[in-house]
């Protein structure tokens, strides 16, 4: 069974430009949840989709969004990046919504976006 | 605001001995808790997780605590070998909440040979 495949793996930009990037869940995981990770920061939560919808964004700004398509693989996209926006995107995969009782999330090898 | 905390950024064990990871959380709502490793450059890979019912559950070298009225839980690693070294995060799912993990900023173990 593949695992999250995430698309590019890395990648230049430079301030102002736009990016999107991609995630392919686990084949039948219908939840996708994107990261941010920073030195700074650690791990933060993004947004999380499930069966094409937005249900949990997490605290960034309006720059930052996503959707998910019918097949449910995801895309992220950042716009006016910033040079703080440096940092590598992870894309999570879980089989079900959790429900309260949890389920573990699968992660890819993740994007490295810097921003120049 | 870090709801969930790992004070410790490194910890050094020698190989053969018990390795103790901690990590605090704050916010009370939180009703499952999880481990993840992460090497560089590379997705975090779960570990082992433990409900708010439980407080102690085993997989192999790998035992997660949770003391619910401390707000407090640990990953012991038992005995630890070289490639455990890398980096831990404990993360936490808040109760009703969908598949968003709160994650602390993460232990970077080392494992003496």
């Known amino acids: 069974k593949a695992g999250v495949t995430q698309t590019p793996r890395y990648l230049i930009k430079t301030r102002g430009q736009q990016v999107t990037l991609s995630c392919s869940p686990i084949?039948?995981?219908?939840?996708v949840s994107w990261y941010q990770q920073t030195p700074g920061q650690g791990l933060q939560f993004l947004f999380e989709?499930?069966?094409?919808?937005?249900?949990n964004k997490g605290n960034f700004p309006g720059r930052f969004s996503g959707r998910q398509f019918s097949n449910s693989r995801s895309e992220m996209n950042v716009s006016t990046l910033e040079l703080g926006d440096s940092a590598l995107y992870l894309c999570?995969?879980?089989?079900?919504?959790?429900?309260?009782?949890?389920?573990?999330?699968?992660f890819g090898q993740g994007t490295r976006l810097t921003v120049v | 605001d870090q709801q969930v905390k790992q004070n410790s950024p490194s910890l050094s064990v020698q190989e053969g001995r018990i390795s103790i990871l901690n990590c605090d959380y704050t916010?009370?709502?939180?009703?499952?808790f999880l481990w993840y490793k992460k090497y560089p450059a590379e997705g975090p890979t779960f570990l082992i997780s433990?409900?708010?019912?439980?407080d102690k559950n085993e997989d192999g070298r790998f035992t997660v605590f949770l003391n619910k009225s401390a707000k407090h839980l640990s990953l012991h690693i038992v005995p630890s070998q070289p490639g455990d070294s890398a980096v831990y995060f404990c993360?936490?799912?808040?109760?009703?909440?969908?598949?968003?993990?709160?994650f602390g900023t993460g232990t970077r173990l080392t494992v003496i040979p």
């Open positions: 999570a995969s879980s089989p079900t919504p959790s429900t309260g009782g949890g389920t573990e999330a699968f």
């Open positions: 084949s039948g995981h219908r939840s």
């Open positions: 989709y499930f069966s094409e919808t937005q249900r």
């Open positions: 916010n009370s709502m939180f009703d499952y």
């Open positions: 433990i409900s708010s019912i439980k």
């Open positions: 993360a936490a799912i808040p109760v009703r909440g969908a598949n968003t993990l709160f």
